[in-house]
């Protein structure tokens, strides 16, 4: 994979420096090169931050710099792994040098894949936390300490309703998520004196995909990231919706484990049948 690294050119520094306010807050946007962390990119763009583009397709974050400057915005794209901690202090290092110092981190990128319990894989749990849990925690690390001695700043992570509790097929995800939710909610309550928001993003079923087949409470991705932008203008320590499957998921945390574990019996992956 190859990583930008270093200083702009000097085309490209003087189109930055041209258009940006010096006194313009600046968003870290991780997983901005697609599905929601795309969107709100151009949302927060929109708002008036100056926006750096993290991801690791910079084809693709080039492009919507591109269209980002075209409706008068500021962006800057960095291709970075963000479960690698030199990247995104290299990266982190760029940011600031060029656009100023970093007032609000979205730590988006998240995803898994289904934990398989026949060839259930400590490795396949270890890589589902490092992309949910552990990228939030590196770019957080790299971040944070310039809140601190600024006595201000935002921090945005994407949690997900399925941390709520365990779920069939899920135990690298859920547990994931679980750990984040967490994190996310320890850092806020200690934060907050330091004047640092912490804002935690619970989303269902978003469709980033369209060809891909509907799933219950499904929300059109435009419309989940405005509601999460909202959120995220207002500071809300936690944005959980949409609001029939963030009631079904409190219903279920009461449950005790016998009944949930009936309800959802049989829910999970089919085993997978092995050649001989």
Not at 61 to 84: F, K, R, S, Y
Not at 169 to 183: E, R
Not at 216 to 237: D, N, Q, S, Y
Not at 250 to 272: E, F, H, Q, T, W
Request: proline share 5%.
């Amino acid at each position: 994979m190859n990583y930008w690294r270093g200083k702009l050119n000097n085309d490209e520094q003087g189109r930055i420096l041209s258009a940006m306010n010096c006194d313009r807050p600046v968003s870290f946007i991780t997983g901005a090169s697609s599905g929601i962390g795309r969107s709100l990119a151009r949302r927060i763009a929109n708002e008036g931050h100056a926006v750096a583009l993290i991801a690791r397709r910079k084809n693709l974050l080039d492009e919507l710099a591109l269209e980002i400057e075209q409706d008068g915005g500021t962006a800057l794209a960095i291709a970075c792994d963000v479960t690698d901690a030199a990247s995104v202090g290299d990266a982190l290092r760029t940011v600031e040098s060029t656009l100023g110092p970093v007032t609000r981190l979205i730590a988006n990128v998240g995803g898994g894949e289904r934990t398989d319990v026949g060839q259930f894989s400590a490795v396949h749990i270890e890589r589902v936390f490092a992309l949910n849990v552990m990228s939030t925690a590196i770019c957080i690390e790299a971040v944070l300490p310039g809140m601190l001695m600024r006595r201000g700043g935002h921090i945005v992570a994407m949690g997900s309703l399925a941390g709520h509790r365990g779920l069939p097929g899920a135990a690298g995800y859920s547990a994931a998520k679980a750990a984040l939710t967490n994190m996310m909610e320890s850092l806020r309550m200690e934060l907050r004196p330091r004047g640092i928001q912490v804002t935690l993003l619970l989303p269902g079923f978003v469709r980033c995909k369209p060809k891909r087949k509907k799933r219950p409470f499904e929300l059109e991705l435009e419309v989940a990231t405005a509601r999460m932008h909202r959120a995220i203008l207002a500071h809300k320590p936690r944005c959980a919706f949409p609001w029939p499957l963030v009631w079904i998921a409190n219903i279920c945390r009461l449950l005790p484990a016998s009944l949930y574990d009936a309800l959802l019996a049989g829910r999970g992956p089919k085993p997978r049948v092995r050649a001989e």
